[in-house]
Every structure is written in structure tokens, then in C-alpha cells.
């Protein structure tokens, strides 16, 4: 199996979810072996790409969000990360004028329409993969996350929210035969009408609406069109995790399980694989 890229460029535009600016991104070819790079136009002076690796990532607060050494930063980037690993996107060139992805629908099938539109294109190079070998797994307040040698890239996770239109949640999913798209990939990001009220009201969260992403009160969803999917919260939570662990500069060859798990404990599981060379292995695929 060989890398690929993208054959062609092509640009979107939207607002960013925490900035409420408008903001352009374009997708280029890159080489073999290049990764996935993000280059913020609007900087002039200094540093202004950006590696998409594990190591370079410096908030996960509210998104991940990845910086250089000079401090230079781009947000909100698991969405399109999570489209690149499901359309099997090895190197790309990612350009924006601004410090956020575009939050789009709040999903991640914009992003994949992108890809699609711009053409996949095979490269000459073997791909090569993170194959783990024992189970690792981190545990914080509550929450957890694991990864185990499995055949194939599994995704699986549960979650908890007393709120009746959510509760208990479990979703699993493998990155084979289009069960990206059909199962994760239009699945929208979420969020409670009074803490959004609350991150407005600090200047963050300025570009959210109901047309980005799924908005509860205390009682409902405040949707009118309602879900795209049954259990669509915890296939969000899972589409987050795919960009976010494609973080480590390759496809994961494993299974992930997260239990309550947010981009903190999905970076710090990388962060844990990492640092034990006797549980993983860089392969060819």
C-alpha cells in the first residue's frame, strides 16, 4: 500500500468556531514523507508552519490545538485531521489565513468533500504505520483511554452525561470499507446553550450557532432538524479521537478505547505510547 496525497488544490471557506472570523483554507500536494503541515498565510514575519504531530500540540481545552517553537498556532484542527486519516490522506499541504480550521457544519464530511473534490492521488512510497504491541492506557478523574494491538484501526468509546437527550453512550467502529463516512464522518460536535452563553460572554465560542453544531438546553435538543445519527454524540466523541491520534504521524494499527475521554487524554495517550519503545513498532502496511 503506498502514500497518497491530494491531486489537486482546492479551498474552502468558513468561520471559525471560537474566533467568529471568516477564514480561508486551502489543500495542496505535498511530497512523500512530507506528513500533514499546516502554513498560516497571515503570518509574514518569522515561523509559520506548523507540523501536525503529537509533540506540537499546546492547548486542549476547547479543540486541539497545535503550535511551532516561535509560538505560531492554528486551532480546531481535529476535524479535518479526523477526514484526512478516513480518506487515507498520508501528506498535505494545509494553507489558512487565520488561527483556526473553519468549524463548517461542525463535522468533519466537509472536509472530506474537499478531498474528494480535489482527487486522491497514490504516491511512489510504501505507507507506513504504528503498529502498537501491548496495551497502554491512561487514567485521570475519571476518564480513560487505552490503546491495544488489534488488526486494523479500531475506534470504540462510551460516554456519561446526565442530560436526558444524551445519557450513556457506546459506538465502536473499524476505518474499513467506507465505515468512516457512513458512521462518523457527518456526525456533528456538541455543546449546552448555558456554557456557550458563558464562553461568548469571555470572547470564545464566537462563531458557534445551531448551524455548526448540536446545541441542548437543560431538557431538548434546540436543533429543529434534530440528529443526523442515533448515538451521534459518542460517534462525535470517536471522530475526534481519529484527528486527534492521527496526530502521531501515522495511521494507528490498533484498537483505541476511550471511556468519558476528550482531546487531553487522547493526546496523552500518545503521549504514554511514546514514551515505551517496547509498545509499538513503525511498519510498512
Given at each position: 500500500?503506498?502514500?497518497n496525497t491530494v491531486a489537486q488544490k482546492r479551498t474552502l471557506n468558513g468561520v471559525g468556531l471560537h474566533s467568529g472570523k471568516n477564514i480561508n483554507l486551502t489543500i495542496a500536494p505535498a511530497p512523500e514523507n512530507s506528513g500533514i503541515v499546516f502554513v498560516r498565510t497571515d503570518i509574514e514575519n518569522g515561523n509559520n508552519i506548523i507540523p501536525?504531530?503529537?509533540?506540537?500540540?499546546?492547548?486542549t481545552q476547547l479543540c486541539t490545538v497545535i503550535s511551532n517553537d516561535e509560538g505560531v498556532s492554528v486551532g480546531t484542527i481535529e476535524h479535518l485531521m479526523s477526514?484526512?486519516?478516513?480518506?487515507?490522506i498520508d501528506n498535505v499541504l494545509i494553507e489558512l489565513d487565520g488561527a483556526e480550521v473553519p468549524i463548517m457544519d461542525g463535522s468533519a464530511i466537509p472536509f472530506v468533500e474537499l478531498v474528494n473534490d480535489a482527487g486522491i492521488l497514490a504516491q511512489q512510497q510504501k505507507r507506513r504505520v504504528i503498529r502498537v504491541l501491548k496495551n497502554i492506557a491512561v487514567e485521570k478523574d475519571g476518564k480513560r483511554v487505552e490503546l491495544s494491538p488489534a488488526t486494523g484501526s479500531v475506534f470504540g468509546?462510551?460516554?456519561?452525561?446526565?442530560?436526558?437527550?444524551?445519557?450513556?453512550?457506546?459506538?465502536?467502529?473499524?476505518?474499513?470499507n467506507g465505515n468512516f463516512v457512513h458512521d462518523i464522518a457527518n456526525c456533528r460536535t456538541?455543546?449546552?446553550?448555558?456554557?456557550?452563553e458563558y464562553l461568548q460572554s469571555i470572547g470564545l465560542a464566537l462563531g458557534a450557532s445551531l448551524d455548526n453544531a448540536i446545541v441542548l438546553d437543560r431538557e431538548k435538543i434546540m436543533n429543529p432538524e434534530g440528529l443526523r445519527h442515533e448515538q451521534e454524540f459518542i460517534r462525535h466523541?470517536?471522530?475526534?479521537?481519529?484527528?486527534?491520534?492521527y496526530l502521531?504521524?501515522?495511521?494507528?494499527?490498533?484498537?483505541?478505547?476511550?471511556?468519558?475521554a476528550g482531546h487531553a487524554m487522547n493526546n496523552e495517550i500518545l503521549h504514554a505510547l511514546f514514551a515505551d519503545e517496547s509498545a509499538y513498532e513503525v511498519v510498512e502496511a
Open positions: 500500500m503506498t502514500q501536525a504531530l503529537w509533540d506540537k500540540v499546546s492547548d477526514a484526512l486519516r478516513g480518506c487515507n468509546g462510551e460516554i456519561e452525561f446526565d442530560h436526558p437527550q444524551i445519557g450513556a453512550q457506546k459506538f465502536e467502529t473499524a476505518l474499513i456538541f455543546g449546552f446553550y448555558h456554557e456557550g466523541k470517536l471522530l475526534d479521537a481519529i484527528g486527534d491520534l502521531a504521524g501515522f495511521a494507528i494499527e490498533g484498537k483505541y478505547e476511550g471511556f468519558k
